[in-house]
């Protein structure tokens, strides 16, 4: 069954430290993988995805077919980072399946 | 460029009617998806319409239905309602083109059953 798994509900940082969002993912074949988030009382939106490889807003994800994993990291945190983070993927079917989501808090 | 736009932003209904819901996607994406963010189960994936039809459903029973109009927007209907139907309805569109499927969110409308 197509899965992915974010095992860290909450997570909270103090501002400029690292953070790393985990991501495990259980597909067949070769999804396409998102990250999403959604700040307070805002729509759900694309935050990267690994096709493009590139880094927004400081975060950077890297795809480890090995491990399966597309674990989403910044060096330094900042506040305005609190938010809700999914984790997605997209198969053959096309329609995204999402992780349940970690809230990471940053604290001044 | 207008994003996704769903209506109505809230909407409470008695438990046994059916709610209906409606969502434009973004110009040019002919690909329409809904999900269910209910509190404490996460995003579900319900239904992805393309070109007109349906291409796949997620596990909802059959009183969760909808359809996709010519001009790509797209209703999701849910009948008998039930108090646990009571959740976030997000819409969402894409375009499939060079570059992989990047799905678009529209801000969702509350359903409530009461």
């Known amino acids: 069954a197509q899965r992915v798994t974010q095992p860290e509900k909450l997570l909270s940082v103090f501002k400029g430290a690292p953070v790393e969002l985990k991501c495990n993912y259980s597909?067949?074949?070769?999804?396409?993988l998102f990250w999403y988030v959604q700040y307070s009382r805002q729509r759900l939106q694309l935050l990267l995805r690994h096709i493009s490889r590139e880094s927004i807003k400081g975060f950077t994800a890297d795809l480890n077919k090995g491990e399966t994993s597309f674990h989403l990291k910044k060096p330094f945190a900042q506040e305005e980072d609190s938010a809700m983070y999914y984790c997605a993927a997209s198969g053959s079917a096309r329609q995204l399946t999402f992780g349940s989501g970690t809230q990471l808090t940053v604290l001044p | 460029e207008a994003g996704v736009t769903q209506s109505p932003t809230h909407l409470i209904k008695t438990r046994g009617q059916q709610a209906t819901l409606r969502c434009s996607p973004i110009?040019?994406?002919?690909?329409v998806y809904w999900y269910q963010q209910a509190l404490g189960l996460g995003l579900q994936f319900l239904l992805w319409?393309?070109?007109?039809?349906?291409?796949n459903r997620g596990n909802f029973p059959p009183r969760f239905s909808g359809r996709q109009f010519p001009n790509y927007s797209s209703e999701l209907n849910v009948n008998a309602l039930e108090l646990e139907d009571s959740a976030l309805y997000l819409c969402?569109?894409?375009?499939?083109?060079?570059?992989?499927?990047?799905?678009?969110f529209g801000e969702g409308s509350w359903l409530t059953v009461v």
């Open positions: 597909y067949s074949g070769s999804p396409e």
């Open positions: 969402a569109s894409s375009f499939r083109g060079r570059g992989g499927n990047t799905i678009y």
């Open positions: 319409y393309d070109e007109g039809e349906e291409r």
């Open positions: 110009s040019g994406h002919t690909s």
